[in-house]
């Protein structure tokens, strides 16, 4: 607490409360059922580290560097930690703008723009959101049948039936843990188990890069082939470290919250991202053209070190998909007026129906199309590129076009305009992928 107002904010009055703001102007804060302004930046750093250092790390050597190859790749992600960093800080500076502390990104869009922008948006986050929850769940049955395939591979077991067992242990999660700023000690777990499946996957993908005979790094498919896939790529280069929900993340910043959220965010962009790149760049050294699209299939060693890798990426998916639900559970459990005792008989009860059900949707279309590649292009492409990048540049430029310079104001055009047109582009190519996937693999497939 640092003396210059309320730190410690809840929402659940019925009524927008005020608290201090960076530059010691009381600013309102809306009415929510969850916990606001309690966690320190650390603790956000941490929960933003989670969602990109989540169990789709495992699939980045073959959704981006494949396609992209060794320049195309590292160069890509190296300039999409760059421009998510600078979008995102956008964000966060016009998190206390105009009076008003805005804690969820339909919010802030609504207050700048109007009522149509806050559904257009909302729309957006929510379809961003449940694609990623989708892919979360995937991953996690791609985990659980890692692991029943090391040990009895009888072909018994389908993937959709891992899938329905990771739903079901999404679901109990989501159920015990009430709001965002109640997985404290969960994060602490979340950051072992991805070093778990990152340090075997990197040290495996090295002995196996090390003993094999060269590899083929050349771009697969034909000329148009290579086209649609590297715009594809393109998506994913920026779904690596997409959250569409930073607003909501730093509603649970202590104060001094933007400057607080802006350390959260160094953080996540340096030393968070090392993991990332290391998982990503070996396993495509090791592995090139033949990389899995989840790297613990291709990696060789003994049998109980990667079922231990698999049990933690198994586990570190079902608290990261909770991260990227809480903004759908905070906005169902304040519209129901859900606060209170977390235990209480209608708390719990509208928990299980409520986020049960979400859960049950979420699964069985994870189960339904079970192509992950597809899901991180097509999310990329339809909410990613409009949330978190032309969203947050136009949206900056709005609301400070005052104050801005008339070099800066063509370079936020330009970042607009340019994110539009690969927009559009990467929505057409992962369309494209979905409907060439789907003449080689039917609903409910086995991959």
Request: aromatic letters at 14%; charged letters at 10%; one cysteine or more.
């Amino acid at each position: 607490m640092d003396g210059r107002g309320t730190n410690d904010v809840v929402g659940g009055s019925g009524t927008p409360r005020r608290v201090h703001s960076d530059d010691h102007l009381a600013v309102e804060v809306p009415d929510t059922a969850h916990q606001i302004s309690t966690d320190s930046w650390f603790q956000v750093g941490f929960i933003l580290t989670t969602g990109i250092n989540s169990a789709y790390v495992l699939g980045y050597s073959g959704t981006v560097m494949v396609p992209l190859g060794w320049i195309g790749g590292v160069v890509g992600l190296i300039l999409a930690t760059a421009i998510s960093l600078y979008a995102n800080t956008l964000v966060a500076k016009l998190h206390e703008f105009g009076g008003k502390r805005h804690i969820r990104y339909r919010d802030l869009a609504g207050f700048i723009y109007g009522r149509k922008a806050y559904s257009l948006t909302w729309g957006l986050q929510y379809a961003n959101l449940f694609m990623i929850n989708v892919g979360y769940i995937i991953l996690a049955g791609q985990a659980l049948k890692a692991i029943y395939v090391l040990f009895r591979d009888d072909n018994q077991m389908k993937l959709p039936y891992f899938i329905a067992i990771a739903g079901v242990a999404c679901g109990l999660f989501a159920i015990a843990i009430p709001h965002l700023s109640a997985l404290g000690i969960w994060l602490g777990f979340s950051t072992f188990f991805s070093l778990v499946y990152i340090v075997v996957g990197f040290a495996l993908a090295l002995k196996d890069g090390i003993e094999a005979p060269p590899r083929d790094y050349d771009i697969p498919g034909s000329t148009i082939g290579k086209i649609f896939t590297t715009i594809g790529a393109s998506a994913n280069l920026v779904f690596a470290f997409n959250t569409g929900m930073l607003p909501e993340i730093q509603a649970t910043v202590r104060e001094p919250v933007v400057k607080n959220m802006l350390k959260a965010l160094y953080f996540q962009f340096t030393l968070g991202v090392l993991p990332l790149y290391a998982i990503t760049f070996m396993g495509y050294w090791a592995y090139g053209v033949n990389t899995s699209t989840y790297l613990l299939n291709s990696v060789n060693g003994p049998v109980w070190v990667k079922a231990f890798a698999n049990v933690s990426a198994f586990l570190q998916t079902i608290i990261a998909l909770h991260i990227f639900a809480s903004p759908m559970y905070e906005y169902l459990d304040t519209k129901y007026g859900i606060k209170g005792n977390a235990l209480a008989l209608r708390n719990l009860s509208f928990r299980i129906v409520v986020r049960g059900g979400y859960l049950a949707i979420t699964t069985f279309v994870a189960a339904l199309l079970p192509f992950l590649g597809d899901f991180m292009s097509l999310t990329g492409a339809i909410s990613t590129f409009p949330l978190t990048f032309i969203l947050a540049n136009h949206m900056y430029l709005v609301a400070k076009r005052n104050k801005l310079t008339s070099i800066q104001k063509s370079w936020h055009w330009l970042n607009v305009c340019f994110f539009g047109c690969m927009s559009i582009a990467a929505a057409v190519a992962a369309l494209r992928l979905i409907a060439v996937d789907s003449k080689t693999y039917d609903v409910f497939a086995d991959l």
